[in-house]
């Protein structure tokens, strides 16, 4: 069984800043894409941002020079930094991982439980 667990969401002033903190745990073989998307009331779940093992990233156009996702992956821990947060950035926060168990080849996917994050005016 694999976990992911965020933490790190919260309530914020808007221009405020934000770490987000996903940890895997479980039955491990590897994990390929980390990932952070959100969910606002009443909307899709939409990408954020995304990192591949070997550190490529991207990210939603709306959060481009104000966040930055790390990864560490000796501690199978994925991060997000949100700077300059806006009211718009409120969401629920999921982490997402893409990941390789012991005796298998294929790949699956497993969500976290997600984190509020809240800005305020």
């Known amino acids: 069984q694999v976990q992911l667990v965020e933490s790190g969401g919260g309530l914020v002033q808007d221009g405020g800043s934000l770490r987000l903190s996903c940890a895997a745990s479980?039955?491990?073989?590897?994990?390929?894409?980390m990932g952070w998307y959100r969910q606002a009331p009443g909307k899709q779940r939409e990408l954020v941002a995304r990192?591949?093992?070997?550190?490529?990233?991207n990210y939603a156009d709306s959060v481009k020079g104000r966040f930055t996702i790390s990864r560490d992956n000796a501690k199978n821990t994925v991060y997000l930094q949100m700077n300059s947060l806006k009211l718009e950035d409120t969401a629920v926060y999921y982490c997402?991982?893409?990941?390789?168990?012991?005796?298998?080849?294929?790949?699956?996917?497993?969500w976290g439980q997600g984190t509020q994050v809240t800005v305020s005016s």
């Open positions: 479980g039955s491990i073989f590897s994990i390929n894409a």
């Open positions: 997402r991982g893409i990941i390789v168990v012991p005796g298998s080849s294929a790949e699956y996917l497993y």
């Open positions: 990192i591949t093992r070997g550190g490529s990233t």
